[in-house]
Structure formats: structure tokens, C-alpha cells
């Protein structure tokens, strides 16, 4: 049984860019979310995909946006990159949305 | 409302001494209450996590010690070693699930 994977681990970008991050979900699990954490903070709740819909999000602006594929893998898209959105990135699977959360490495994001 | 308020912001424990650390929160619409250890440059691992139907949960050296009346829980981690020493974050989320809210965090060092 595999875990929760996310790519890429680390990235640089510049403001006003775009990128994508990538996760695949731990075997079994249906429900994807996403977190952003600051460094030396705990992680903020970006949003939730159950089955493909979006089901959560937190206080994020729209240049945040997300996909969930058949496989239960997911994206998220940051748009117009801002220096505040350089942090670690988590992607976490769950066997339903109200089940225990599985935390995938994280993706390091850095906006210069 | 949807804060978890989690202190201390640091811990220094000697080697076989007992760590604790407190969480408060305010919603009482949250019914589950884990516990996330974090290594730098890791995602967080679930540790042990309680609802609120029960006061106490063991597991090995990490005890949570739940106070629905004063929506007070605790981590308590028994006999410390070097390896725990890590990050600590309280969460709390409600029955509908998505979003799990995350304490500060308390970064523990046990010394040899």
C-alpha cells in the first residue's frame, strides 16, 4: 500500500506566475485535501475534493483552485504568484471526508 | 470560534521526563481530536487521536487526556526520547469533516 505522494518535493517560481502541484492519494482513499503551511505556523485548510466535487474550502482567494481526477489524484493551481505564497504545500487522502487524515510529504514552494 | 489554541510554543524535556502539551478550542460542534507529529522537511504523521465520548486515550508512551467541559485536551508523551523530538500539532475537526483546524504547533527537544 502506497502512501500519499506529492510532486514536485521543491520549486522556485516568481511573482505573477503559475504553478501546479500534484498528489496522488493514498490506495483506497477518495477525499483529497490541501493545506498550506507557513514556516512555523500549522497548517491552513486550502480545501477539500470528495469524489471528484469540490466539498470545503477554507479562506483562500480564487487564484487558488483545485481538481480532483477518477483516480482520486488531485492538482492544485496557484495563479499570479504573491511573495505570501511561498510555504509548504500538503496534500493529505482520507478513506472519507470525516475520516483520519494521511499527510503526504509536502511540496516546497518558493516565490521570489 | 474555529481557533485551537495550543501552548507551549517550545518545550525543552530531559530524557525519561514527561512532555505535555494543551490545546484549547471553542467550537463545540468538533468531534475528533488528533494529534500530528512533525519532522523537518516531513508532512505531519498522525499520532493518536481521541473523540470526545471518552476522557482518556492511551497508545504506547502518548496518552491524550480530553476535558469536554472545559473543551481542554492534552498530549501527554511518557518516558521522552531524543527521537520524539519534533514538532506538535493539536487539530480538531467537525462531523461534517473537511476542514481540520491546526493548533500553533509546540516543538518539543528532549535532551540525551
Known amino acids: 500500500e502506497t502512501g500519499v505522494t506529492q510532486s514536485p518535493t521543491h520549486l522556485i517560481k516568481t511573482r505573477g506566475q503559475q504553478v501546479t502541484l500534484r498528489c496522488s492519494s493514498q490506495s483506497g482513499h477518495n477525499t483529497v485535501s490541501w493545506y498550506q503551511q507557513a514556516l512555523g505556523q500549522g497548517p491552513q485548510f486550502i480545501f477539500q475534493y470528495y469524489r471528484e466535487e469540490e466539498n470545503g474550502r477554507g479562506n483562500f482567494p480564487p487564484r487558488f483552485s483545485g481538481l480532483q481526477f477518477p483516480n482520486y489524484s488531485s492538482e492544485l493551481n496557484v495563479n499570479a504568484l504573491e511573495l505570501d505564497d511561498s510555504a509548504l504545500y500538503l496534500c493529505?487522502?482520507?478513506?472519507?471526508?470525516?475520516?483520519?487524515?494521511?499527510f503526504g510529504e509536502g511540496s516546497r514552494l518558493t516565490v521570489l | 470560534q474555529q481557533q485551537v489554541k495550543q501552548s507551549p510554543q517550545s518545550l525543552i524535556v530531559q530524557k525519561g521526563g514527561i512532555s505535555i502539551i494543551n490545546c484549547a478550542y471553542e467550537?463545540?460542534?468538533?468531534?475528533?481530536f488528533p494529534w500530528y507529529q512533525q519532522f523537518p522537511g516531513k508532512g505531519p504523521a498522525l499520532l493518536i487521536a481521541?473523540?470526545?465520548?471518552?476522557s482518556e486515550k492511551k497508545e504506547g508512551r502518548f496518552t491524550i487526556s480530553f476535558n469536554k467541559s472545559a473543551k481542554q485536551f492534552s498530549l501527554h508523551i511518557m518516558d521522552s526520547q531524543p527521537g520524539d523530538s519534533a514538532t506538535y500539532f493539536c487539530a480538531a475537526i467537525g462531523n461534517q469533516g473537511g476542514k481540520l483546524i491546526f493548533g500553533q504547533g509546540t516543538e518539543l527537544s528532549v535532551k540525551p
Open positions: 481521541i473523540r470526545p465520548d471518552v
Open positions: 467550537n463545540t460542534a468538533f468531534d475528533y
Open positions: 493529505a487522502s482520507s478513506l472519507d471526508p470525516i475520516r483520519e487524515l494521511f
